[in-house]
């Protein structure tokens, strides 16, 4: 990959980018990211993220560790998402100025070098005072293997293992901010884990275009300038359960699952909207994911992580519980950031 990301600023017409935020306002609610997916078997009584929340309890966002207790850390990364398009299926209207941009997608196939781009998913992620996003790669997908059907954890680090990239389908994001806010900047590893950690502000109506599920990234946190229980670094308690809800005249009110109430203004969240297409380098790899051949199985995945870590001089594999396995492939596959370069 030539290009490792595309900065895009102004990303639409003024009053396209003004229509976002009533989207998010005519939507009224949104809850807590919910994970999905199974983990049966493998590390299946470990969150289904657990590379990510382990990493940011040991080292914080930026590498000089978290201070937090883990229910705080938990509040701080337990964000507010809902869905604005899946597949062909809009569930909104008004996204269509984004959904569509020719810019975004032209962005996407240069930087996949794809020539075919399958449209995926768009999504909204609200962030409230105090929250931030650790440092992660997003989930990827595989011919045959997916968030429905595997551990997150396992896809991410199918990916770093860089052992089933036949089987890859490739995935390129695109975040855009719009609203503005003081804090949330997007942060990320554009030169690899080793490189230095850069950040973009999340200014209003600017976005970038990069392979999430590659580069390391996660937001810096959130700030208010209107609320001084949440300027500085304290948060309510953002629980499963918590809603967001508009409440008119550009005022939001959380009510956290412990009965917290809290009122902000568009100025005190952090709100971007995310697009994702399948980006495939050849007519022949479009049509194997399309016609689902040449899939893999856990099984497989095993037999060739198996064969692996062998190699590698790891011998006891087969001998761990189903945890510690999952714990063993995270730490000699998922390369984390060591943090302290920014
Ligand atoms: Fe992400």
């Not at 078997?41 to 000089?64: A, H």
């Not at 229910?71 to 398009?85: I, K, M």
């Amino acid at each position: 990959m030539v290009n490792q990301y595309t900065y895009l600023a102004p990303l639409l017409a003024p009053t396209d980018a003004d229509r976002m935020l009533a989207i998010a306002e005519g939507l009224r609610r949104f809850g807590t990211y919910a994970d999905e997916g199974t983990s049966d078997g493998l590390g299946e009584t470990l969150p289904q993220r657990f590379d990510v929340g382990f990493n940011y309890l040991s080292r914080g966002l930026d590498g000089e560790g978290c201070c937090d207790e883990a229910s705080v850390a938990l509040g701080r990364t337990n964000y507010f998402r809902e869905t604005y398009v899946y597949g062909d299926e809009q569930q909104v209207d008004g996204i269509e100025s984004f959904a569509n941009h020719a810019l975004i997608g032209e962005s996407a196939r240069a930087l996949a070098d794809a020539s075919v781009l399958v449209p995926a998913i768009v999504y909204a992620n609200i962030l409230v005072p105090g929250q931030e996003l650790a440092i992660h790669t997003d989930v990827p997908e595989f011919r045959g293997l997916n968030r429905k059907n595997a551990p997150q954890w396992l896809l991410v680090c199918m990916l770093h293992s860089k052992l089933f990239e036949s089987w890859r389908v490739p995935i390129v994001t695109c975040v855009a901010w719009f609203g503005g806010n003081a804090g949330g900047a997007f942060t990320f590893y554009p030169e690899g884990a080793a490189g230095r950690r850069e950040s973009i502000a999340a200014d209003h109506n600017t976005a970038i275009v990069l392979d999430t599920d590659r580069v390391f990234h996660g937001v810096e946190r959130v700030k208010s300038a209107s609320l001084e229980e949440t300027s500085s670094d304290r948060i309510a308690d953002v629980g499963s359960g918590a809603t967001l809800e508009f409440v008119g005249d550009g005022r939001w009110h959380m009510q956290t699952s412990g009965g917290d109430d809290c009122v902000y203004h568009w100025a005190d969240l952090r709100y971007s909207i995310s697009w994702k297409g399948y980006c495939f380098k050849s007519a022949i790899s479009h049509r194997k994911w399309q016609h689902g051949e040449e899939c893999l199985s856990i099984p497989q995945v095993l037999e060739i992580f198996e064969k692996d870590l062998l190699a590698r001089g790891i011998t006891d594999a087969g001998a761990l519980s189903p945890n510690e396995y999952a714990q063993k492939i995270v730490d000699t596959y998922v390369g984390f950031p060591p943090g302290n370069r920014h």
